[in-house]
């Protein structure tokens, strides 16, 4: 007994295009669409399964909805003259009413309940073209600093309409020039900064030898403070004994 017809919508349908550079991961985008009124369980297969991760790899569709699947091609070398045999099998079903366990449906399905598609993979290189637009669109995004730019954004329309690129390149750089010289002042006001504190610490470890260490000023402060107590003591030594022969 022949297979149903697929009642999912695959989009694209039959071939699924990666584009390179392949040095890093490479995706593309399946998408699946439900048009019925029932559940629909999916699960996609690869011929390479160690090639590609498929993200969601199976799952039901709500009547109606749409998925998307990522298919992301791991980095390989790339050879021109390989022709991709990789393929893609979107399988489906019908879920059952009341279902509970989706793997158990999957290992329990009748064949003439499988439904499937096939995709074949093709890898594209970008062409030459499109290799140097890409290489001059980031030179021109990345080859002037973010000063120029400013400098330039406040020109007149007609003024920057007439600069040719070997006026940007001289006004590139004068800023370079300019923001080195910045740098340089700036290192040169450090090491002012630090010669300063420098000289002072040595003025100070100078004059630290000629100047009365702390123990030596507590000394003098403790002597002089003996030599007030004993001037009382003699003052009131003093003013006793007068105070004793004025009584007598």
Known sequence: MARPEQVLGLEPQHELKFRGPFTDVVTATLKLTNPTDRNVCFKVKTTAPRRYCVRPNSGIIDPGNSINVSVMLQPFDYDPNEKSKHKFMVQSMLAPYGMTDMEG???????????????????????????????????????????VKTELSTL???????????????????????????????????????????????????????????SAMATMRDEGLSTRILALCVLFFVIGVIIGKLAL
């Open 105 to 147: 449906v999957w290992k329990e399905a009748k064949p003439e309940e499988l439904m499937d598609s096939k995709l074949r993979c093709a890898f594209e290189m970008p062409l030459e073209n499109d290799k140097n637009h890409e290489s001059e669109s980031d030179q021109t995004v990345y080859s002037s600093p973010s000063s």
């Open 156 to 214: 007149p329309k007609s003024a920057s309409a007439s600069l040719d690129d070997g006026e940007v390149k001289k006004i590139t750089e004068e800023c370079k020039r300019l923001q080195m010289e910045v740098h340089r002042l700036r290192e040169e006001n450090k090491q002012m900064r630090e010669d300063d504190g420098l000289r002072k610490r040595k003025v100070t470890s100078m004059g630290s030898p000629h100047s009365p260490s702390s």
